[in-house]
């Protein structure tokens, strides 16, 4: 007997869900069978579906209470329950910490660290009272776990978030399990504006040990993984998705003539 993710019946959440690696995480929901909603402050250029199926999208502004508040009880009303929500809105522009106004920085920690814990605290309330619980997934990144040069306080909140997943998986159990996905480098449709042009996406693809990014499809695999009842028993974790991550600086620079190693 094959084993795989099915949601179906299920009601998810995905913030930020209209446009790159949120929207993959729709489609990956969608065929498994979710109900999909998802928010952001405006709908995305396209509709998000897959397979004949769409998601539900809701306008709301994540970094507010009322509208969150205001976003999760809409959903309550209309599907009778929210069974998990992925909490994948944020991202940075580039500045250096030395440049950035304190508003900039107050503004990037908000969206990235405070907004998620905003939405899991108001969607725990419904989860509590629920019979089956519910599931919180944090889309974090590895500028929380190594420099973050240009985005810092970027990275910061990151990792505050992966902080927050580790209590508030304590504090909520056994009703509703915390998680989150640490992504690597993902090839999206604005990937043009860090990396360049394709020649530019292709030399960055190569330095990462899979050679190639992460699809959208691969952060929304992963993450109805921890959705789903196969990681029924998973909580507090954060899971690295970064394809073997970035290869050590020091090897690129050695002069040694070091034979390959073979096994172990």
């Known amino acids: 007997m ?14 930020g869900g209209v446009r790159g690696v949120g929207a993959g995480i729709s489609r990956v929901f969608l065929d498994a069978g979710a109900t999909v909603v998802a928010c952001a402050r405006r709908p995305g250029d396209t509709p998000v579906e897959s397979n004949g199926r769409t998601i539900d999208f809701l306008p709301c502004d994540v970094r507010d209470t009322d509208s969150v508040r205001g976003l999760i009880e809409t959903i309550v009303e209309k599907y009778g329950r929210l069974d998990t929500v992925v909490n994948n809105a944020g991202g940075a ?20 660290l405070l907004a998620p814990l905003l939405v899991s605290q108001i969607a725990n309330e419904v989860m509590q009272k629920q019979d089956t619980g519910g599931s919180i997934v944090m889309i974090s990144s590895v500028s929380g776990h190594r420099p973050s040069p240009g985005t810092a306080a970027y990275g910061a909140a990151k990792a505050g978030v992966d902080s927050l997943v580790s209590s508030l998986a304590v504090e909520w159990a056994p009703k509703v399990r915390m998680n989150s996905v640490i992504c690597g480098l993902v090839n999206t449709e604005s990937s043009h504006l860090h990396y360049g042009d394709e020649d530019g996406i292709a030399s960055v693809s190569r330095t990462v040990p ?3 990014m992460a699809t959208p499809e691969d952060i ?15 909580t507090g974790s954060a899971l690295l998705v970064h394809g073997g991550g970035e290869k050590p600086a020091f090897l690129e620079a050695s002069t040694a003539d070091v034979p390959a190693v073979a096994g172990h």
Request: proline share 4%; no cysteine; aromatic share 8%.
């Open 2 to 15: 094959g084993i795989e993710v099915n949601l179906s019946g299920s009601v998810v959440l995905v913030t």
């Open 93 to 112: 522009p580039f500045a250096l910490a030395a440049d950035a106004s304190a508003n900039f920085h107050s503004k990037i920690v908000q969206l990235n």
């Open 210 to 212: 899979m050679q190639r």
């Open 220 to 234: 929304g695999r992963t993450a109805a993984f921890l959705a789903s009842p196969l990681a029924s028993y998973v």
